[in-house]
């Protein structure tokens, strides 16, 4: 059977390089125009092809439409089925119409790529009310989980780690990846008060002196749960805490907010590409998409 080809949507070309070492890597020019329209073409053959995208799908608007154009014309060029591969998945948040008239954009997010592809597999979505992505894809959908590999980094890089979850939501993925790195876990008491005002605390902080905090969490966008996390914990004497998030999604000034918290290191996986990126999450990603195709 030929390989499948594998094309990177732009940004995404080390991370399809990775996931194309049993398959075929393919060419894809894009190109905008002054006005900001998006100009593609293919320089590999499709005819007949296994086609998997790679997008990963951070800062969306701009992203999707090219990548649905290219999807659109690789089945108008003949190829088969027709997969993505996006690393981090948007619009998982807005699960739900929260006030009338509101949009339900992960719905209708699910929708578009349910429609322009055959299959989906992501890393750790940011799944609230929804239990599983099978509740609004209507494509078959894989998440890989990166609790095993961030173990293995604490357990490899953090002397006597204590993980601390966000919240209480996380609790049974903090101890997950408590469990597989040997260290114990606890788990902040979060008030939000407002997209971007969160107060924390950590009880009973005192008793993990001596220990080093690694705060966990699936996203850092705007920081300020960490950030204010980390306040805490130094005020309450503890050591600077090591930062590991699953998406460097990093919003506008996050990751110096974080640094002039007192955080010790900062740390992701490549998911989205970005400075902190020390966990390589190519391996399961690739696994998991032989098992689609």
């Not at 996931?19 to 320089?43: C, K, M, N, W, Y």
């Not at 890393?123 to 209507?138: C, E, F, G, Q, W």
């Amino acid at each position: 059977m030929t390989k499948p080809l594998v094309v990177a949507l732009p940004g995404n070309e080390a991370m399809a390089t990775k996931l194309a070492e049993a398959s075929d890597l393919g060419a894809l020019d894009v190109h905008h125009f002054p006005d900001g329209e998006t100009h593609l073409r293919f320089q590999s053959d499709l005819r007949g092809r296994r086609v998997i995208f790679v997008c990963t799908l951070d800062r969306p608007d701009a992203k999707y439409l090219p990548l649905a154009f290219a999807a659109a014309t690789a089945r108008e060029l003949g190829a088969g089925r027709v997969g993505l591969v996006a690393p981090y998945l948007c619009y998982m948040r807005q699960d739900k119409r929260f006030i009338d008239g509101e949009a339900v954009s992960a719905a209708i997010f699910a929708g578009e790529i349910s429609r322009h592809f055959d299959w989906l597999v992501t890393v750790d979505p940011h799944l609230h009310r929804l239990h599983t992505l099978s509740a609004i894809y209507k494509i078959p959908a894989q998440a890989i989980h990166a609790a095993p590999l961030i173990s293995e980094w604490i357990k490899r890089e953090v002397d006597k780690p204590v993980v601390i979850g966000p919240d209480r939501e996380s609790a049974q993925w903090a101890a997950k990846v408590a469990e597989g790195a040997g260290a114990p876990f606890a788990i902040l008491e979060k008030t939000r008060h407002g997209d971007r005002d969160v107060s924390v605390a950590l009880p009973h902080a005192a008793r993990f002196a001596g220990y080093t905090p690694v705060l966990v969490d699936d996203i850092i966008s705007t920081g300020r749960t960490m950030a204010e996390t980390v306040t805490h914990l130094r005020a309450s004497g503890l050591d600077a805490p090591v930062c590991i998030g699953v998406h460097a999604v990093f919003a506008s000034g996050a990751l110096e907010g974080l640094k002039k918290a007192g955080a010790g290191r900062i740390v992701t996986t490549n998911t989205i590409a970005h400075s902190t990126n020390a966990i390589d999450i190519a391996s399961p990603l690739a696994e998991a998409m032989r098992t689609m195709t």
